[in-house]
């Protein structure tokens, strides 16, 4: 049973435009949302982050919202640049689940110059 | 500050042999948690530990197990391995837990166990 997906596996952009990932989730219990990213190779590192009783955080080019009447979350890069290039997971946490992180399967942004 | 480190980088076995993942955290980091991650499933949670416990474990079968040291450094080890349990093992460190708002994890960069 897949809590948090990403339904869309691959993601194209032209260099500084706007990218927009997109994840739902079943959980109406998670409490706290977060992007990771990953390149080959490495291991993901976190991204941003966003409380459940929030519908916007931003940092920087990177901003995410949240829609929990619809179970919606997008991460928004704008503007998008080609170092941008990786795995997006988005991940979910619920206070009763103790340390553990629920991910969905992942889209693959890749940014044209 | 050094990062998380994992050895090794890359392994194969052949099926039925058992294996042995080895998990260094960030200095200082005392939780410790470990992924799987397949190309249709994402990163699944398979075990996290704290001070040498695990507190918290994922839905996988008993062959997968591990333990964290006195020095907060991890191993895990799979038995009896099958096709299916080839994938990339992620270990993540804290320094108390996801449970605590709004600490992150580090990821180490992961080994790639390949089971023939």
């Known amino acids: 049973d897949q809590q948090v997906k990403q339904n869309s596996p691959s993601l194209s952009v032209q260099e500084g435009r706007i990218s927009i990932l997109n994840c739902d989730y079943t959980?109406?219990?998670?409490?706290?949302f977060l992007w990771y990213k990953k390149y080959p190779a490495e291991g993901p590192t976190f991204l941003i982050s966003?409380?459940?009783?929030?519908d916007k955080n931003e940092d920087g080019r990177f901003t995410v919202f949240l829609n929990k009447s619809a179970k919606h979350l997008s991460l928004h890069i704008v503007p998008s640049q080609p170092g941008d290039s990786a795995v997006y997971f988005c991940?979910?946490?619920?206070?009763?689940?103790?340390?553990?992180?629920?991910f969905g399967t992942g889209t693959r942004l890749a940014v044209r110059p | 500050k050094a990062g998380v480190t994992q050895t090794p980088r890359y392994l194969i076995k052949t099926r039925g042999q058992q294996v042995t993942l080895s998990c260094s955290p960030i200095?200082?980091?005392?939780?410790v948690s470990w992924y799987q991650q397949t190309p249709g499933q994402g990163l699944q949670f398979l075990f996290e530990?704290?001070?040498?416990?695990?507190?918290n474990k994922g839905n996988f079968p008993g062959r997968f197990s591990g333990r964290q040291f006195s020095n907060s450094r991890s191993e895990m080890n799979v038995s009896t391995l099958e096709l299916g349990d080839s994938a990339l093992y992620l270990c993540?460190?804290?320094?108390?837990?996801?449970?605590?708002?709004?600490?992150?994890?580090?990821f180490g960069s992961g080994t790639q166990l390949s089971v023939l």
């Open positions: 530990y704290f001070s040498e416990t695990q507190r």
């Open positions: 991940a979910a946490w619920e206070k009763s689940s103790g340390d553990k992180l629920t």
């Open positions: 959980n109406s219990m998670f409490d706290y």
């Open positions: 200095s200082g980091h005392r939780s």
């Open positions: 993540a460190s804290s320094p108390t837990g996801v449970g605590v708002l709004n600490e992150k994890l580090f």
């Open positions: 966003i409380s459940s009783i929030k």
